[in-house]
Structures are given as C-alpha cells and as structure tokens.
C-alpha cells in the first residue's frame, strides 16, 4: 500500500530560528537529542511563539536542510515576513513534492516518525521522483482526538 502522494505546491518562504546539527548524520540518537535540546530552547524563550505571531496560518515547520556543508534544523512557520534576529528565511519552491500524512502523540514524535517513513521506506521505493536535496519539513498542523497531526513535504523532481 502507497503511504504517500505526489502533488503540485506552489512556492512558499519558511521564516525559522535554526541551530547546526553536530552529530555525524549516522548519529540518530545525537541527532535527536541535539534536536529535541533545540525545540525545548525555543518554546521556553519565546523564539516560537514571536514565530507564530508572524504566520500566515497555524502550521509549524520543523526543516532539515544541509547549508554549506552543515546539517541544518530549524523551527520555522510559513511567511513572506522577516525578523532582522531569525536565521533564515528558507524558500521552497512550487513544484512537484512528496507528501507522507501522520499522527502521533506528541509533535517530537510525529516529526521523527514522519522523517522516518520519509527517508526510511517511502524515498527508497519511490521511482517515477527523485529528492535532489534542499530543504524538507515535518509540517504540524493541529491536535484532533488527542493526537497531533501533519504531514512530511520533501521537494521532488521527475526522472
């Protein structure tokens, strides 16, 4: 059974506070603490919530990008706004993206188990798109049920 489709975004700028992942990308259980370290730093000092003020709906992304040979993770929410102490603005662009759906009891959890499946079964198996790197996020975007939903959106090209 396909656990992800193939469709068309059009382009869309992500505004985010980023730290520089220092594990060695074989390091799963350094890179989630590394992660996990970020995420509680910037819920608790307010850099999410500035974030949220400046969104244009009430999506949080979690993005991966590699940026001059460094793993990069961020927090980020879609905006075409700037704050002169953000990282990055990260910009996707429209085209072709797969999208993978979950839940999960937590937002740590679901992004992970989201990039799981992502780069674990799904990117592995798909042959009609390739994912030629750039920025991929884990795209939260609410509670239903008691369990937070969202859905995995990595950049695809054909061929």
Do not use: C
Not at 25 to 54: C, H, P, Q
Not at 82 to 105: D, M, N, S
Not at 137 to 159: K, S
Request: net charge negative; aromatic share 10%; glycine share 10%.
């Amino acid at each position: 059974m396909k656990n992800y489709i193939i469709e068309v975004k059009d382009r869309f700028n992500v505004l985010g506070f980023g730290t520089d992942l220092k594990s060695h990308y074989t390091d799963f259980a350094g890179i989630m603490k590394e992660k996990s370290d970020f995420w509680n730093a910037v819920s608790e000092d307010g850099r999410l919530g500035t974030l949220k003020s400046l969104a244009a709906n009430d999506y949080v992304l979690i993005v991966n990008e590699a940026v001059n040979n460094k793993m990069m993770h961020y927090a980020g929410v879609m905006t075409d706004k700037t704050l002169p102490e953000a990282t990055r603005v990260i910009e996707f662009p429209k085209g072709e993206y797969i999208v993978i759906k979950g839940e999960a009891q937590s937002t740590e959890e679901l992004a992970n188990t989201l990039t799981g499946m992502a780069f674990g079964s799904v990117l592995p198996e798909v042959t009609e798109v390739s994912y030629v790197g750039g920025p991929n996020a884990a795209v939260i975007m609410g509670h239903r049920d008691g369990l937070v939903f969202g859905e995995m959106w990595i950049p695809v090209v054909r061929g």
